[in-house]
């Protein structure tokens, strides 16, 4: 097969793991006789520092002419702490997502067994679980319309859905939960918020065409107990953009370390692969950031086009890499592994 | 000392665990000599079932010409699956909220040491933990506009806020600090939203009236994560309404049971003192409800009244239930004892 990839490798630890997903990714090319030709380009800070934009034209183009984007982390915590910066790296990834279309975020949370104990939930909460989260990404909060008034004292933020969003990311959650345990789960604040209710209104809508899944609801709050409670009661859930946001990391300290869980957003026509946690400024250069997530993102993408044997060998490589405790300091407080190690390993045992 | 207090037992298991509640307080005025005068009023799905109104007219004078106000719970889920429904119960609670102004929520989170085994987290990460929330409760996308269009097909929520409302409530969550550990924890979302921005902004500000009060920021996707992975890092948080109902929840399970937490909403002129947990209909009428929440409830309000003696009574009280074990089942899931024999140790204990 080949393939065309744009590599975004974005801020902080970023290039250093995605540097080991791409090697990855050269190493099952070479058994596997595949060909991806990776194109890099700009996004995020580093955008801003170098062309004054965090999502460059030519980098736009690049993704929508490629087959897959594979994303390592944008932002800086220069932006973060300024309020009044007009350009930030964020609104890089935000007009990526819109411009692409990538209007459903998929988050697979699966507690591995060598790594029970790095969790800080205990071993019989997290045994077992195994859950997915459906997290709209296109629109909410993070669209709508923002304003701030001239004196600087007062701001809002706008969140809309229409049943068109809902009902399209609806459909992909209940596909998924068919061919998982048959369970669906929404998330919302429908005894608060309108848009809530909307959703409520779609997906019971949306659920007469998957009679064999069973669909329940959740307030945001409760889920958000429920998570570390009892992660096993979870199959799939479905959620609007913020609230998939906050759910997902939360849900990332079942599987001990958020420098494990890749993502892959889905549009139409475009596939975006990423690790799920961010740029982790504090480490930049390190060697001691965990690029398993990043090389099990570029997993997610051989799946994605059906190299499904080829990603069950990256599979592979990482659990034997956990289990042998080639892992960084996140999972092994005194490992001697870096990051560099890590994907070393992980390239040579394909 | 006389106190008048308007009592809303609620929905659901709330006129069960109030019961308790009452109990322990008229245990405490007859010891301490002090008339607790308790006046009774409707809210929550069972004042529309009465009068049509979540909040009737005769509770909102009531509440507004009392020295505080004890809520059991509200909600009812034959409103929570019905996105068409009109009225809703929630609309009383939130009515009430904005009209005697409680814009603050206050939330204490402390494992009990007889009770660090039951929380789902290992011992290691919640022993030690103690920390307060301070959530905003009049603002956000809860009361802000809600549009849904005529085909029903198009929904919105406005979040906005003012320097105002933030100023406010960041006064108290530094006060609060500055008689704590001295640390503050803002959580917001300001790589995304303007609302979110505009309160790094104003803290920022009011924390230069704090200088011995060290301040930080967390996105509340982290913000998430941290909660469980580490929660001794906390001393305050502080937040808007939505992340800080989200987040509250959340922390709930480094207590063990929700059944334990009580909280305090604050205004100008005006307290609110409630259980955080909802109206848990399944348990209803059942006597398995833990009264406890309720009862830490009431002593929150002695405590805001200078009855700190009495209060420390109560949470002694309190104390020694968990540690014969005379709990129910959320805690104990052998147990023999129920609402009634839980609250009846705590006032036979004053
Ligand atoms: C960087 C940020 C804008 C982003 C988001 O909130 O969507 C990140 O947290 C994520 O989850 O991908
Ligand atoms: C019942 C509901 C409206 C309420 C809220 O979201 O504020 C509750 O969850 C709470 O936290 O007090």
């Known amino acids: 097969m080949n393939l065309k990839i744009a590599v975004l490798p974005g801020d902080g630890i970023g290039p250093e793991v995605i540097l080991q997903a791409k090697k990855a990714l050269y190493a099952?090319?070479?058994?596997?006789?595949?060909?991806?030709?990776f194109e890099e380009a700009l996004m995020g800070a580093v955008a801003i520092d170098k062309t004054g934009n965090p999502l460059p034209e030519q980098t736009l183009n690049l993704c929508l002419n490629t087959d897959a984007v594979l994303l390592g982390a944008i932002g800086d915590p220069k932006y973060d702490n300024n309020p009044n910066a007009k350009v930030r790296p964020e609104q890089g990834l935000l007009k990526l997502r819109k411009e692409l279309g990538l209007f459903a975020n998929i988050r697979p949370i699966k507690p591995y067994k060598?790594?029970?104990?790095?969790?800080?939930?205990?071993?019989?909460?997290?045994?077992g679980a195994d859950f997915t989260i459906f997290r709209e990404l296109t629109g909410g909060a993070y669209f709508g319309t923002k304003t701030l008034n001239e004196e600087g004292t007062h701001a809002s933020d706008l969140c809309e859905y229409s049943e068109e969003e809902i009902t399209r990311i609806a459909h992909l959650a209940f596909q998924s939960a068919q061919k998982r345990r048959k369970k669906l789960t929404m998330v919302d604040k429908a005894n608060v918020l309108e848009t809530s209710?909307?959703?409520?209104?779609?997906?019971?809508?949306?659920?007469?065409?998957?009679?064999?899944?069973?669909?329940?609801?959740?307030f945001v709050d409760n889920a958000a107990m429920q998570l570390i409670l009892n992660p096993k009661q979870f199959d799939v859930i479905l959620t609007e953009n913020l609230f998939g946001d906050i759910l997902s990391d939360e849900a990332s300290v079942i599987t001990g370390s958020i420098g494990l869980l890749p993502s892959v957003s889905l549009g139409e026509k475009n596939a975006l692969f990423e690790p799920i946690h961010g740029s982790y400024p504090q480490a930049k250069g390190k060697n001691i950031a965990n690029p398993i997530a990043s090389i099990?993102?570029?997993?997610?993408?051989?799946?994605?086009?059906?190299?499904?044997?080829?990603?069950?060998?990256?599979?592979?490589?990482?659990?034997?890499?956990i289990e042998y405790k080639v892992v960084t300091v996140d999972l092994k407080p005194d490992s001697k592994f870096g990051t560099n190690e890590v994907g070393e390993f992980v390239s040579n045992f394909i």
């Open 28 to 37: 099952i090319g070479e058994v596997y006789n595949h060909e991806f030709v």
């Open 114 to 127: 060598a790594l029970i104990e790095s969790s800080p939930l205990k071993r019989e909460i997290i045994e």
């Open 296 to 321: 099990l993102a570029a997993a997610l993408l051989l799946e994605h086009f059906g190299l499904t044997k080829e990603a069950h060998v990256i599979y592979k490589a990482v659990e034997k890499a």
């Open 197 to 218: 209710r909307l959703w409520r209104k779609v997906v019971q809508k949306v659920s007469e065409e998957y009679s064999d899944v069973k669909l329940d609801f959740l």
